[in-house]
């Protein structure tokens, strides 16, 4: 079968026809190319013609200076690769997008699962958990439709973004209807839904205002992270820093002071939001309250 | 288009075979691609849509051009656009009649597809 370059989502390409219809600008600049290399070389030939005696002749072997530039499509992951062999652990990265300062969590050599209930903290398989799908205030029921080992616990769409976990493969998605969620309970997999932040590269709007702290599992590239910001944020500029970022899909974790933590190369655990919000004051934990699990392969 | 061709998407552990004029677009899930039919049926593939896209290519031919690849994450029907916004992002493949589905896909390709529409409308 014929091999087809990979697309970009600012390009559109007729199916069994043509090459894909690029940007008009390219042509421009490809145009701007061409003439600035014929510019280049009627001046070297012009320096030539001179006789150059008084030049000195630089020696072959000269140090030149080159800058590599990676092709759009290149995959560039973010995270280490590493051996494959090697426990799992979850890659800390602290980095800073249009003034929104974040923390990377990219799990390696782990796989994802959901979880309903109070987590074991002393549990050391776990190498990365965060609150997941919200809760509602008014009876303590999972927001949204929600499948945990196949077994359907929630129903109905209130946010339209969702992440299914089929066999060792995360989704995350916006749609109204995701055949995922079939496919979850079909196979014993995973499903929760939760505000769309980014959609194909795009930044979605939500309603709910007011700055937090935020925090969001996403698909780079086909690498999936997990993303906090280290401030108070808005969605909107938490969505921005994710685009920038250059997360295809996005969607929202619950944030502010709910409890996670991540264990990294060296075994350090790193704990955020409060773990008391639960256990002190007017707050009673829900018995739904739900997690995503990153556990040692 | 043949009367009667019908486009035939094998995995290995399924198959699903559909006249291409009854499919309104097709969106990628990651690792899965979902075909949206004309009767509202939604139908997930358990390959990529690249891999769906190859497909087409290769049992249509020309045929194929009905169909018409919007980034990384749509194939759609271009027998079924029935309005475009670019400012919005927002694509409706309708019948005018039994359905209508909006869809979300980036400025540029939007533009693209209405400059590639517009020019098949007068005919360049």
């Not at chain 1, 929760?192 to 980014?198: E, I, M, N, S």
Request: hydrophobic letters at 40%; one cysteine or more; aromatic letters at 6%.
């Amino acid at each position: 079968m014929k091999e087809l370059r990979e697309l970009r989502d600012d390009e559109i390409r007729i199916v069994g026809g043509d090459r894909p219809r690029r940007n008009k600008r390219r042509p421009i600049l490809w145009i701007a190319s061409a003439v600035a290399a014929v510019a280049i070389a009627i001046a070297v030939l012009i320096l030539v013609a001179r006789g150059g005696q008084d030049t000195p002749t630089q020696p072959q072997h000269a140090p030149q200076t080159s800058i590599a530039i990676a092709p759009a499509d290149t995959v560039q992951h973010l995270g280490r690769e590493t051996d494959a062999r090697a426990a799992g652990f979850t890659e800390l990265i602290d980095t800073a997008i249009n003034d929104v300062p974040l923390c990377l969590y990219i799990p390696h050599n782990a796989s994802m699962t959901l979880h309903v209930g109070r987590l074991d903290k002393t549990d050391s398989t776990i190498v990365f958990a965060a609150q997941a799908a919200d809760i509602r205030a008014d009876n303590g029921g999972i927001v949204g439709a929600f499948v945990l080992a196949g077994e359907p616990l929630s129903w109905g769409l209130s946010k339209k973004g969702y992440c299914a976990v089929i066999g060792d493969t995360v989704t995350i998605g916006m749609a109204d209807n995701s055949p995922l969620f079939e496919r979850a309970t079909e196979t014993g997999g995973y499903f929760f839904r939760q505000y769309p932040l980014v959609s194909n590269g795009q930044l979605v709007e939500n309603n709910p205002k007011g700055k937090s702290i935020r925090r969001a599992i996403c698909d780079r590239q086909g690498e999936i992270m997990m993303v906090g910001t280290l401030d108070t944020e808005s969605f909107h500029d938490f969505s921005q820093a994710l685009v920038d970022l250059g997360v295809d899909q996005a969607i929202y974790l619950v944030g502010a002071s709910s409890f996670g933590w991540a264990v990294d190369g060296s075994g350090m655990r790193h704990e955020f939001g409060n773990e008391n919000t639960y256990t002190s004051g007017r707050h009673k934990m829900s018995d739904n309250i739900s997690y995503i699990v990153w556990r040692r392969k | 288009m043949a009367v009667g061709r019908f486009l035939t998407i094998t995995t290995s552990v399924d198959l699903v075979r559909i006249a291409p004029d009854r499919i309104v677009y097709i969106s990628s899930d990651g690792n899965y691609s979902t075909i949206v039919q004309a009767d509202g049926e939604m139908r997930m593939l358990s390959c990529q849509l690249g891999q769906v896209e190859r497909t087409i290519a290769a049992q249509l031919g020309t045929d194929g051009n009905l169909f018409i690849r919007i980034g990384k994450s749509l194939i759609i029907n271009r027998n079924y656009v029935y309005y475009i916004n670019i400012p919005k992002q927002k694509l409706t493949l309708s019948d005018a009649a039994t359905f209508s589905h909006t869809v979300v896909a980036s400025k540029e390709a939007l533009k693209q597809l209405k400059e590639l529409l517009e020019k098949e409308a007068n005919g360049l």
